[in-house]
T-cell receptor, first 110, second 114 residues
Framework: GQQVMQIPQYQHVQEGEDFTTYCNSS?????IQWYKQRPGGHPVFLIQ???SGEVKKQKRLTFQFGEAKKNSSLHITATQTTDVGTYFC??????????WGAGTKLIIKP | KAGVTQTPRYLIKTRGQQVTLSCSPI?????VSWYQQTPGQGLQFLFE???????NKGNFPGRFSGRQFSNSRSEMNVSTLELGDSALYLC?????????????FGPGTRLTVL
């Protein structure tokens, strides 16, 4: 079936460094959603991107949707300990199914 | 507005038993989706219910089943439990069954199968 590949699986950063996670689909997505799951918690909706080439910002978080609507990225500037968690993307495919990426776990090194 | 609630929060069962998990969606939400989450496997979609009808189903064996009631509350049942069924089971509710709707997740039920 259709898949959304998310990389990397894990990323260790020093506090203050930047972090980026990428999602790639082999087919065009109608939109993509991003969620964050804190350790021991449940996924919480962050944002939805719909338009080709769309860029949205939430404070230190920047979300992009590729021109071909096949890829997306989440970039965090100057990470803080509160950013720790797993970030998931979920894309809507041509069958209107929500396809989840496997998540990227952000770990802040002490 | 109260969030999505799931009961029980923790459950320990033995192989071969069956289990029923419950999910109460946010008031007004009519769609409930269920996911299985295991370490390193991300979120695996089980099924979605909308207005008491199963709309979508993931690639899980028939031992996994669900239903939704007229008040939108949902239950999922796993029969003949296996060790590999140990996981966090999350339910998520949304206003409609549209895949573009935001999913609001509950805290999950952590199932351990011994």
């Amino acid at each position: 079936g259709q898949q959304v590949m998310q990389i990397p699986q894990y990323q260790h950063v020093q506090e203050g460094e930047d972090f980026t996670t990428y999602c790639n689909s082999s087919t065009t997505l109608s939109n993509i959603q991003w969620y964050k799951q804190r350790p021991g918690g449940h996924p919480v909706f962050l944002i939805q991107l719909v338009k080709s080439g769309e860029v949205k910002k939430q404070k230190r978080l920047t979300f992009q949707f590729g021109e071909a609507k096949k890829n997306s990225s989440l970039h965090i500037t100057a990470t803080q300990t509160t950013d720790v968690g797993t970030y998931f993307c979920a894309g809507v495919d041509s069958n209107y199914q929500l396809i989840w990426g496997a998540g990227t776990k952000l770990i802040i090194k002490p | 507005k109260a969030g999505v609630t799931q009961t029980p929060r923790y459950l320990i069962k033995t192989r071969g038993q069956q289990v029923t998990l419950s999910c109460s969606p946010i008031s007004g939400h009519r769609s409930v989706s269920w996911y299985q989450q295991t370490p390193g496997q991300g979120l695996q979609f089980l099924f979605e219910y909308f207005s008491e009808t199963q709309r979508n189903k993931g690639n899980f064996p028939g031992r996994f089943s669900g239903r939704q009631f007229s008040n939108s509350r949902s239950e999922m049942n796993v029969s003949t439990l296996e060790l590999g069924d140990s996981a966090l089971y999350l339910c998520a509710s949304s206003w409609t069954s549209s895949s573009t709707d935001t999913q609001y997740f509950g805290p999950g039920t952590r199932l351990t199968v011994l």
